[in-house]
Nanobody, 116 residues
Framework: QVQLVESGGGLVQPGGSLRLSCAAS?????????GMWWYRQAPGKERELVA???????NYADSVKGRFTISRDNEKNTVYLQMNSLKPEDTGVYYC?????????WGQGTQVTVSS
């Protein structure tokens, strides 16, 4: 059974940092054939794309460029999101998605709260 489990969220002050992890399991050949994406959803707002990584490229939402870095370790079947210089508007539930080979999978999310 495919599973994505996010971790690393929490409460942080503005300007602080967090590192999110997304651990994947149940993928027959691992996550190497999947694009991996981080989304977030703030209260009362739609889910939005934050960052993505494939085998050849990364991309970021304009709002996080220069502050967030996405990376992946295919051997560990894990994707990371390093978040620096956090702002209150970065608050939300962060979700990991794996998409590839015609299928998409979501994790359950991890809460990130940026507040003083």
């Amino acid at each position: 059974q495919v599973q994505l489990v996010e971790s690393g969220g929490g409460l942080v002050q503005p300007g602080g940092s967090l590192r999110l992890s997304c651990a994947a399991s149940g993928f027959t050949f691992g996550i190497s054939n999947y694009g991996m994406w981080w989304y977030r959803q703030a209260p009362g707002k739609e889910r939005e794309l934050v960052a993505g990584i494939t085998s050849t490229r990364t991309n970021y939402a304009d709002s996080v460029k220069g502050r967030f870095t996405i990376s992946r370790d295919n051997e560990k079947n894990t994707v990371y999101l390093q978040m620096n210089s956090l702002k209150p508007e970065d608050t939300g539930v962060y979700y990991c998605q794996a998409y590839g080979m015609g299928s998409g999978y979501w994790g359950q999310g991890t809460q990130v709260t940026v507040s003083s």
